[in-house]
């Protein structure tokens, strides 16, 4: 068997990690003050395009309603 196969260690035969353990890839941590502004604004893009889905919805289903349904009775 092929010694290069085998993934369990790499060639320093050093435990292998996760590229967030090291400090350089970690995004800077923000301050407390910072975190309560961003958080008290809460989730207004997530409300925006449920709004924007919701609306799809109803316009689709007012026109299948206004254009199929009522046109057979």
């Known amino acids: 068997m092929n010694e290069s196969a085998d993934t369990s260690s ?4 050093e435990p292998l990690s996760s590229a967030a353990s090291h400090p ?3 995004a800077d941590p923000c301050g407390r ?16 395009v449920a709004s924007i889905a919701t609306a799809c919805v109803l316009i689709i289903w007012y026109a299948f309603y206004f254009f199929a349904y ?4």
């Not at 910072?34 to 925006?48: D, K, N, Q, S, Y």
């Not at 009522?70 to 009775?73: D, E, N």
């Open 10 to 13: 790499n060639e320093l035969d």
């Open 24 to 26: 350089d890839h970690v």
């Open 33 to 48: 003050k910072t975190a309560i502004e961003t958080l008290r604004r809460g989730p207004i893009g997530a409300v925006v």
């Open 70 to 73: 009522i046109p057979r009775t």
